[in-house]
């Protein structure tokens, strides 16, 4: 069964430093997003990516943030300088979308754990 | 504006019932449900759509109200897998937002 893919696992970075989370999602989607968990707390929308632009994004996807589709497969998701609360788990999530996302389901991958110290 | 889960947590016995509610102050087209399990990604259980299509797995069940903005997700005879962190979504645009959870144990 095809599944989105996240690398790497886990990052550790300074405050300061400028970190790229990176996905394959699932290669017929069309929808490509991004989510962040907090240990402990709910799953919070960060951005969601469609026909090589941002469809949407919350209130957290500040300037600090960028979405990327360079190629025909990755998405990637950058961090410029990172802070203390920027660490979370980062999600992608792709939908196949054909006619709308609502009507399908989000695949996640299986996260980035991102430590900034 | 997120949806509201309750409860917010419930502890099983395995064979045991459980049912887990979602409501929103908006209109809702759709909504979807997950099963998270601690230190995993988030895994598609069900949407249900506007007008009564539902799309899941077999062995989950869930209703939609339309009128009250509510939804609710049935486990019936619990099992010990069951247990985990249960979000609604609610789909608003292009985006999904969850509610806080529901943290859901099954005990033998």
Same mark, same amino acid.
């Given at each position: ?5 996240? /690398?790497?696992?886990? +990052?550790?970075? +300074? ?7 990176? #996905?394959?999602?699932? %290669?017929?989607?069309?929808?490509? !997003? ?20 941002? %469809? ?25 300088? /990172?802070?203390?609360?920027? %660490?979370?788990?980062?999600? #992608?999530? %792709? ?8 009507? !399908? ?13 | 504006?997120? @949806?509201?889960?309750? @409860?917010?947590?419930? $502890? ?7 049912? $887990? ?20 990604? @988030?895994?598609?259980?069900? $949407? ?59 005990? @033998?």
């Amino acid at each position: 069964e095809p599944e989105v893919t996240q /690398t790497p696992s886990h +990052q550790v970075t +300074q405050m300061g430093q400028e970190v790229i989370l990176r #996905c394959v999602p699932i %290669s017929n989607h069309l929808y490509f !997003y991004w989510y962040r968990q907090i240990l402990g707390q709910k799953v919070e929308f960060l951005v969601s990516f469609y026909n090589n632009e941002i %469809s949407e994004k919350s209130e957290i996807f500040d300037d600090q943030f960028s979405v990327e589709r360079p190629d025909g497969s990755n998405f990637t998701l950058k961090i410029r300088s /990172t802070k203390l609360e920027d %660490s979370a788990m980062y999600f #992608c999530a %792709s939908n196949l979308g054909q006619g709308g996302p609502r009507y !399908y389901e989000q695949y996640f991958g299986p996260g980035t754990r991102l430590t900034v110290t | 504006q997120q @949806p509201v889960q309750s @409860p917010q947590a419930v $502890i099983l016995r395995e064979g045991e019932d459980a049912v $887990i509610n979602c409501s929103s102050s908006k209109a809702l087209y759709s909504v979807h449900w997950y099963r998270q399990k601690h230190g995993e990604a @988030p895994v598609f259980l069900m $949407i249900l759509l506007k007008g009564g299509e539902q799309k899941g797995h077999e062995k989950i069940s869930a209703s939609f109200n339309e009128k009250k903005q509510q939804s609710s997700l049935y486990l019936t005879a619990s099992q010990l897998s069951y247990s985990g962190t249960y979000f609604c979504g609610t789909d608003q645009g292009s985006r999904l937002t969850f509610g806080e959870g529901t943290q859901l144990t099954v005990n @033998p």
